[in-house]
């Protein structure tokens, strides 16, 4: 459980930067980082396939970032590979799409009320949050 809250905390940092600057704390990301790889080399709480998958989530979004020309955050996959380290393949992959489907429903909503526009830039570490803090109550 240490875990989730590690990330929660990780999250919330990174949204509020990401909300006020539209910016991801990478000395942030470095410290969480190899705190994660410390913490899983003395407790050998995940395998490394699981290790490697979890970052392998972030990699995949940081392919997408390279691929649309940074329409997709470069930090965003920065942070997921973070997250990957505490989390593991599957939670990862399961925060990143909650994150996406309740991006997606806020800002359809948006859309349909005339809040937000078609090609407007928006922080998404908010939503990963907002997934973590959900997958922390309801366990």
Known sequence: MWREYCVALLLFWNGWMDLRRHEISLPGLGIFGAAGILANLLL????GFELAAGIGV???????AAATKGAIGFGDGLLLCVTGIYLGGMDNLRL?????????????????????????????????????????LWR
């Not at 972030?58 to 997408?64: D, E, I, S």
Request: a positive charge.
């Open 44 to 47: 050998r709480y995940q395998t």
């Open 58 to 64: 972030g990699v995949f979004v940081l392919a997408a």
């Open 96 to 136: 990143l799409m909650g994150g996406m489907i309740l991006c997606a429903l806020v800002l359809g909503m948006g859309l349909l009320l005339g809040k937000a526009r078609w090609k407007q830039q928006f922080p998404f570490v908010p939503f990963l949050c907002l997934v973590q803090m959900g997958r922390i």
